[in-house]
């Protein structure tokens, strides 16, 4: 979605920070540029249910052993 340095954004928000669910939602929601449906994709992220490309990985990791 071309938003600026969105690492950086991050950054700058969790350092030194404790962060908790509702300052991370406040957060999602002043990413500028962001559609409104892939604010709420995010806003459904948890570290229970967000796996990224774990599955990707471990279906590789034979290659690398």
């Known amino acids: ?4 340095n969105p690492y950086e954004q991050l950054k700058a928000f969790t350092r030194g920070q404790q962060v908790t669910q509702q300052s ?3 957060f ?9 449906h892939a604010k ?6 948890t570290p229970s249910n ?10 590789s990791v034979q290659k690398f052993l």
Request: charged share 25%; net charge negative.
């Open 40 to 45: 709420e994709d995010l806003k459904k992220l």
């Open 1 to 4: 979605y071309a938003v600026p």
């Open 24 to 26: 991370m939602m406040e």
């Open 50 to 59: 967000y796996i990224g490309n774990a599955v990707q990985q471990a279906k």
């Open 28 to 36: 999602v929601d002043g990413i500028e540029g962001l559609p409104a």
